[in-house]
């Protein structure tokens, strides 16, 4: 298992199936769709795709996060740029800089892949302290407006503040 980082209180390394029973207690989810989903995550790292991070503060799971090499998804999607996707702490570990170590992380490994990164965040108040968080670390939006399911909203056109309406968010990670 690789560690990617390591402090007296904090250790961020990669995430593997035997991880996913715990990281689902730790969000109270333990149901078969959010086993699934990490399944799928370790799957993906297995394949080569992406490297799932986990964050371990005092030895208890505190958040998580995904690069994906070439992501697929979101604004920038398929266009072979690394993306940032499903950041994550859990509330107890908030305040404690484990989401911009994290990001620290991610970024690090996304420049072998590319000079820029990418991810797009939900524009509900929900991700307020996620859209503060990537605008203080230097992403800036794609140029292009709101996403909503992945297409670029037209203006005047109707979409619902759920976690489909998304900015993408880009970084030159070379600056």
């Given at each position: 298992m690789k560690i990617f980082y390591e402090s007296e209180n904090l250790?961020?390394?990669?995430?593997?199936?035997?991880?996913?029973?715990?990281?689902?207690?730790?969000?109270?989810?333990?149901?078969?769709?959010?086993?699934?989903?990490?399944?799928?995550?370790?799957?993906n790292q297995e394949k080569?795709?992406?490297t799932a991070l986990l964050a371990l503060y005092r030895g208890e799971i505190a958040g998580y996060v995904f690069l994906y090499f070439k992501c697929k998804w979101?604004?920038?999607?398929?266009?072979?740029?690394?993306?940032?996707?499903?950041?994550?702490?859990?509330?107890?570990?908030?305040?404690k800089g484990i989401g911009n170590r994290l990001m620290d992380v991610a970024e690090e490994i996304a420049g072998a892949y590319g000079d820029k990164v990418y991810l797009d965040v939900c524009l509900n108040s929900d991700y307020g302290a996620?859209?503060?968080?990537?605008?203080?670390?230097?992403?800036?939006?794609?140029?292009?407006?709101?996403?909503?399911?992945?297409?670029?909203?037209?203006?005047d056109a109707p979409c619902k503040n759920d976690d489909e309406l998304t900015l993408c968010l880009i970084k030159d990670l070379r600056k």
């Open positions: 250790v961020i390394r990669q995430m593997n199936a035997e991880d996913i029973t715990d990281i689902c207690k730790a969000q109270n989810d333990t149901s078969e769709k959010n086993r699934n989903y990490f399944k799928n995550q370790v799957a080569e795709n992406s979101g604004g920038l999607g398929n266009q072979g740029i690394p993306g940032v996707v499903d950041l994550k702490v859990l509330e107890p570990y908030r305040k996620a859209q503060r968080l990537y605008i203080k670390r230097g992403y800036l939006p794609d140029g292009k407006g709101v996403y909503y399911e992945e297409k670029i909203c037209p203006v």
